[in-house]
């Protein structure tokens, strides 16, 4: 498989992924990327994830719409928009393309929060095997963020992922529960969340599973598309899709 000129190769990217790797650019217009492999890894427990009272209400309210994979393209260009400090984005345009690229060959998703019919907060990465690699995510409401990231909880554990990566701690995420572990124990958790479920990607069959007459071509690729099938299907096992959400994070929250 090829990429097109300038694109990051989606088998490097995978395996960069694999192997506890990611990239990042200086800015919005470098052409560089830089692999990194910080010494502190910050992951959300998926069985930690904390669900205040007030998102749980938020939640319930169904206050935002909940879509995946309907704005990938979208998603991307608001988190690589300019930062709330004035910073430049680590998102460049060649990071950007080549995760589109990942999109398409189905090992990249999105989860949107829509209000009105506006996109206005939402989140992206990648998932492999029993792993979701949280890339970044933003919000233009309150709480649009944090929705979507409940939304994202809910759905890896009915698939039975077992680890999710958020790569750096910050205030926002460690108060939903993430921790901040060693890059070393990072890579001992990767590698037991890449076991093989027989002859096919693990993540890509629990989300194939959840498909059933799911739409798409996704049978063909090495990951499924179906991430925004499996939300569905969550959705319709319960009157509500945000009590199913809530249902499902206050089990052990």
């Given amino acids: ?17 694999r192997s506890g790797i990611f990239p990042m650019a200086d800015s919005r217009d470098d052409e560089e990327v830089f692999w990194v492999e910080p010494r502190r890894r910050a992951i959300l427990p998926l069985d930690g994830f904390h669900l205040s009272r007030s998102l749980a209400k938020v939640v319930r309210r169904e206050t935002f719409e909940v879509t995946c994979n309907r704005a990938f393209a979208e998603v991307m260009q608001a988190c690589a928009g300019p930062r709330s400090d004035g910073g430049d984005t680590w998102i460049s345009g ?78 926002h995420l460690a108060s939903m529960g993430a921790v901040e572990i060693t890059q070393g124990r990072y890579i001992k958790l990767l590698n ?9 990607d693990a993540f890509g069959a629990a989300l194939g599973a959840a498909t059933g007459d799911g739409e798409g071509d996704g049978a063909a690729l090495s990951l499924p598309e179906g991430f925004g099938a499996l939300l569905a299907d969550a959705a319709a096992s319960s009157s509500s899709p945000g009590n199913f959400i809530a249902q499902s994070l206050t089990q052990t929250s």
């Fill in 1 to 17: 498989m090829h990429a097109p000129a300038g694109l990051i190769e989606p088998e490097l990217l995978m395996l960069a992924y």
């Fill in 192 to 200: 037991a969340a890449q076991r093989v479920a027989g002859d096919g």
């Fill in 94 to 171: 060649r990071i950007e393309a080549s995760y589109r690229r990942l999109h398409e060959l189905g090992a990249a998703h999105s989860i949107e929060c829509w209000q009105g019919g506006e996109l206005v907060g939402g989140l992206y990465g990648v998932g492999f095997d029993r792993v979701f690699c949280g890339e970044s995510m933003f919000s233009r409401r309150t709480d649009a963020s944090k929705v979507a990231l409940a939304w994202l909880v809910a759905a890896l554990r009915r698939a039975g992922v077992e680890l999710l990566d958020c790569q750096f701690i910050t205030p």
